[in-house]
């Protein structure tokens, strides 16, 4: 037999050989898990749109109660127009005020944003003052001196514009500040859901009469609740976190005085609400400087 020249044999690499070993388990390992996943996706797809949806059904023929959020809201369309007349004429005082005296609390609910601020307007004398007001149970017995004695916001007084930053005054050429609830703007914000196709949610008004303290003072209550309707999609579910901003519920509420004002209103701000609280119409305010208080 022949043997066979040394010269001539092609050394194998046991390094390279395990290499390529490795490389290979690993892209099997890693098609496994991406076949798995789809596995379960499909699956909860399967379960959410048609197995789940066939026990609801077998469950509501043998009269099990399903929760409350299942169930449907009627769409009360001609107490929505009622309630949204009574909406818009007790805005439309806001337009034509002398003075007025109002706070604005609440949050954007992006982590911890709350605000509550102070608002006095005097249009006579085209003055006003925008301030942060901290909460009186938060700063009880605080030093002398704290955050919670300081003003923060702008005042326009005598045709001049002044800036305090936690105490720190400071006179600008104008109006900067950019607050919360300006009037104008609430209404916008608000004639904005009155008015636009809200299509995608069933409607819950209601409307009716009671007391406001502390006085007793007899108030109209009005509350239109918008509710996304129903998607059965799981898909949609699934992907649902990654979307903008996707509100369930949407909720305007007004209390309005016997003349048609509004004493209070609740409205969606970002991810979260507004509560406005109306502590005047019409009384003069007084526009002062902290310096001067």
């Known amino acids: 037999m022949r043997e066979m020249d040394p010269s001539m044999h092609i050394p194998v690499d046991d390094k390279m050989t395990d290499k390529d070993k490795r490389k290979s388990g690993r892209s099997q390992r890693l098609t496994l898990v991406m076949l798995l996943s789809i596995i379960y996706m499909l699956g909860l797809i399967y379960y959410r749109d048609f197995y789940n949806k066939g026990v609801e059904i077998n469950g509501e023929d043998?009269?099990?109660?399903?929760?409350?959020?299942?169930?449907?809201?009627?769409?009360?369309?001609?107490?929505?127009?009622?309630?949204?007349?009574?909406?818009?004429?007790?805005?439309?005082?806001?337009?034509?005020?002398?003075?007025?005296?109002?706070?604005?609390?609440?949050?954007?609910?992006?982590?911890?944003?709350?605000?509550?601020?102070?608002?006095?307007?005097?249009?006579?004398?085209?003055?006003?003052?925008?301030?942060?007001?901290?909460?009186?149970?938060?700063?009880?017995?605080?030093?002398?001196?704290?955050?919670?004695?300081?003003?923060?916001?702008?005042?326009?007084?005598?045709?001049?514009?002044?800036?305090?930053?936690?105490?720190?005054?400071?006179?600008?050429?104008?109006?900067?500040?950019?607050?919360?609830?300006?009037?104008?703007?609430?209404?916008?914000?608000i004639l904005n859901y009155l008015n636009s196709d809200m299509s995608e949610y069933d409607l819950d008004v209601n409307i009716y009469d009671g007391l406001y303290q502390p006085d007793n003072q007899a108030v109209k209550f009005v509350e239109i609740n918008y509710f996304r309707k129903q998607n059965n999609n799981a898909l949609s579910k699934i992907f649902k976190a990654y979307a903008d901003v996707i509100y369930d519920k949407l909720s305007i509420e007004m209390i309005i005085d016997s003349e048609g004002r509004i004493l209070e209103a609740t409205i969606p701000y970002v991810?979260?609400?507004?509560?406005?609280?109306?502590y005047s119409y019409n009384e003069p305010v007084e526009i002062t400087l902290p310096e001067e208080e």
Do not use: H
């Open 62 to 189: 043998y009269g099990v109660v399903q929760p409350e959020d299942n169930m449907p809201i009627v769409n009360n369309a001609q107490k929505f127009e009622e309630a949204k007349t009574l909406i818009e004429e007790g805005m439309a005082k806001w337009d034509d005020l002398e003075y007025v005296e109002y706070g604005a609390k609440g949050s954007d609910g992006d982590e911890i944003a709350y605000f509550n601020e102070q608002y006095l307007i005097d249009n006579v004398n085209d003055e006003y003052r925008y301030g942060v007001s901290y909460d009186a149970e938060l700063c009880s017995g605080v030093i002398e001196g704290s955050n919670c004695d300081t003003f923060s916001g702008l005042i326009k007084k005598e045709g001049k514009f002044y800036k305090y930053d936690e105490g720190e005054k400071q006179e600008v050429d104008s109006d900067d500040t950019s607050p919360s609830a300006k009037l104008p703007e609430v209404k916008d914000f």
């Open 271 to 278: 991810y979260s609400e507004m509560k406005l609280y109306f």
